[in-house]
């Protein structure tokens, strides 16, 4: 499976901010839908956000609508999660992960962890009170 490598994870203090970065070394997906994941502790793994290969519709859940923001740049194989305004309830791991689907333009509900096959390692986001 293809390789992600995610970045960009850390400590902030409620109402910081944090950029993820996703990359793709040596690969392209710019034709597959790509999002984003967090898992807490004790927790399942949800859906955060996401973006088809085309990129004109973005996807988020309602616990961070308003507050995250997604994009790609297929140039560099990377896709980002800008995080503004956090919260103590989005310390998690936050991983990144590339759709099984090609060309997939839209999902009729959330997407769901089974929609992806590659994943990365993820990255550490705690936000402290």
């Known amino acids: 499976q293809a390789q992600l490598v995610e970045s960009g994870g850390g400590s902030v203090q409620a109402g910081g901010s944090l950029r993820l970065s996703c990359e793709a070394p040596?690969?392209?997906?710019?034709?597959?839908?790509m999002a984003w994941f967090r898992q807490a502790p004790g927790k399942e793994r949800e859906f955060v956000s996401a973006l088809p290969w085309r990129g004109r519709t973005e996807y988020y859940s309602d616990s961070v609508k308003g507050r995250f923001t997604i994009s790609r740049d297929n140039t560099k194989n990377t896709i980002y999660l800008q995080m503004n305004s956090l919260k103590p309830e989005d310390t998690a791991v936050y991983y990144c992960a590339v759709d099984q689907t090609l060309f997939r333009q839209s999902w009729a509900g959330s997407p769901l962890i089974g929609d992806f096959g590659s994943w990365g390692q993820g990255t550490q986001v705690t936000v402290s009170s």
């Open positions: 040596g690969r392209t997906f710019s034709t597959r839908a």
